[in-house]
Structure formats: C-alpha cells, structure tokens
C-alpha cells in the first residue's frame, strides 16, 4: 500500500490561508495553491514554495484533495461550480475539505451536489486565529458523512492543528464554529456593557475587571481580551470585526434553521451586524466595545500608571 502523501490544492491565502499552507509545505506536502487576487498569490507562492495556478479548475486538476479557505459559504459555492471552478478540475473519487466559516444548511446542500459528481466534502472550519495558524495549533471542527474521507483528511488537518474534533456530520463543523464565536461575541458585548455601567456609576474599569476575573464573571475574553486589548486601547486581537458578525449571523441563521426563537443570539447578531455596518474602515472585532463606549457616552480608560 502506497505511503506518498496525496497532492493538494489551497484555494483562498489570505491571512489564514497562507500560514496554513505554509504549514502543509514544511509538513512534506506538495502543495498548488490559488488565490482571485494574483499578485497576492504570486507573492506567497515565492515566500511558502508552492505552484501558482492559473484558475481553480487548475489548482484541483493538479490536486488529489482541496482545501478552500474563503470568506463564506457563496463565494465557497461560486469557488466550486463557478467559472474555472473547483469541480471543473476535479475527478470523481476527490476530496474537497473546506475550511472556512459558512452556514450548516448550505454545506450539507453542497455535499449533496458534489457527491453527484462522485467528489466527497468535509467542513473543517477553525479556531485560533492568525496566531494558531501560524504556530500550526489551530482547533479543527471536522464535519462529514464520509469515514474514509475523514481518515484520509486527518493527516494533513493534523499538520494545520493540534486539536481537532470529529464534530459530526457534515455541516457539525460550520454550526460548531458558529455557535463557538457567538459565544465568544456574546461575552465581549457583555463584559463591555458590564464594565461601561460601573464605570458609569464611578467605578475603575481596571480595578471592576479585576474583581471579575477573580469572580464567577471571569471568562477567557475577561482575562486575556481585555487587559490585553480593550483597556489599554489596542483593539487589534487579529480577527476582523466584519468577520465576527458573519459567525454571529451564521449561528442566528442556525437557530432559525433549527426552529428556535432564540432572543439572545438574535439581538448578539442584531449590535454586531449594526456595527459592521457603521464602523469605518475594517476594524478588529475588538473595536467594537467603542461602538458601545460611544452608545453609553462613556470611555473604559485605560489603567492608572
């Protein structure tokens, strides 16, 4: 039986892309990479060492497996069925991992589509930012209907992460991820508001925090996102603002999907969608806390020297 690591194609190197291919390359792989923005593509090509192809029907034609890492589940789809697309290039008995954030009900839809065409797919979206795909120790959330798929997948996932999970069918992975940011976006606004009132009352935000995180309040973001980024004014933890609203809206769309009327994660996705749409520029999603600073009129200032 044939040990040789199978050929694969990256399409989408954008910040998460590139160190994850990057990663795949130094990990023995032979990699064929595509991206819509050539001269970004050219350039990480020469920085990793990867093939630049031409189109993605290209890039899967000299690829066993693909991995798509793209913004959402549409321009997933347009990347797969598209012109030049994914599937143009692809045999029947191949692979499709995708690997970003996009809704569960579409995946699924998708699944079924390539399976006509004899390709398997997985959703293995991830948690760990730039940071985690940099190092190679992102958490993957594996969805797939396909157990020998999945087999053949989890050599190269390990490559990209050091925790992954078998999440469930497919479309498990996208709804986990979903549901993970929301609840990450969900605590941030929290301890925002929280923090915002009792300095509103003439409580220090520095010294509040504290008492928080000593406290039953006390989460990851508490601990890590706010004294490292909120109070002294940094607002740059790497992950886009813009991005986290598709997540929270991904989840609330889940909700719907699976008949909840879910008033928490409706209203979460309801401030985060209000402000990536009013926020100028592309802020990290840590900028949001000063939407609500400026709702509420009040500064969260930053600790005394």
């Known amino acids: 039986m044939s040990t040789a690591k199978p050929r694969l194609g990256f399409v989408g190197l954008g910040n998460m892309g590139a160190p994850m291919t990057n990663n795949l390359v130094k990990g023995g792989y032979g990699v064929t990479g595509f991206d819509v923005d050539r001269p970004r593509l050219l350039q990480r090509a020469q920085e990793i060492g990867f093939h630049a192809a031409d189109s993605a029907a290209d890039c899967a034609r000299r690829a066993d497996i693909v991995i798509t890492m793209l913004p959402n589940g549409h321009i997933v789809r347009d990347a797969v069925f598209g012109a030049a697309g994914i599937a143009e290039g692809l045999p029947k008995g191949s692979l499709i991992i995708d690997m970003s954030s996009a809704g569960a009900t579409g995946t699924a839809a998708l699944g079924k589509e390539l399976a006509t065409k004899g390709i398997a797919l997985l959703d293995a979206p991830v948690s760990g930012g730039v940071t985690g795909a940099e190092a190679g120790t992102l958490a993957i959330m594996v969805g797939g209907n396909d157990e020998a798929a999945i087999e053949r997948a989890w050599p190269l996932l390990e490559t990209m992460g050091k925790k992954l999970f078998r999440a469930g069918p497919l479309g498990a992975g996208h709804a986990a991820k979903s549901i993970n940011n929301y609840l990450g976006a969900t605590n941030l606004i929290a301890i925002a508001e929280g923090l915002i009132a009792g300095t509103k009352f003439g409580l220090d935000p520095a010294n509040l925090l504290a008492i928080i995180n000593a406290s039953t309040g006390a989460s990851g973001t508490s601990q890590g996102l706010f004294p490292g980024q909120v109070l002294n004014r940094k607002f740059g933890a790497g992950f886009a603002l813009a991005l986290m609203a598709k997540d929270v809206g991904l989840a609330a769309e889940l ?41 509420f009129g009040t500064e969260l200032a930053p600790p005394k020297a």
Do not use: S, Y
């Not at 909700?255 to 994660?265: L, Q, R, T």
């Not at 985060?272 to 009013?278: G, H, I, K, L």
């Open 255 to 295: 909700a719907k999907d699976v008949g909840m009327n879910a008033e928490v994660i409706a209203h979460t996705a309801q401030v985060w969608a209000r402000a990536r749409d009013t926020m100028p520029g592309n802020p990290d999603f840590t900028a949001i806390v000063q939407m609500l600073e400026t709702d």
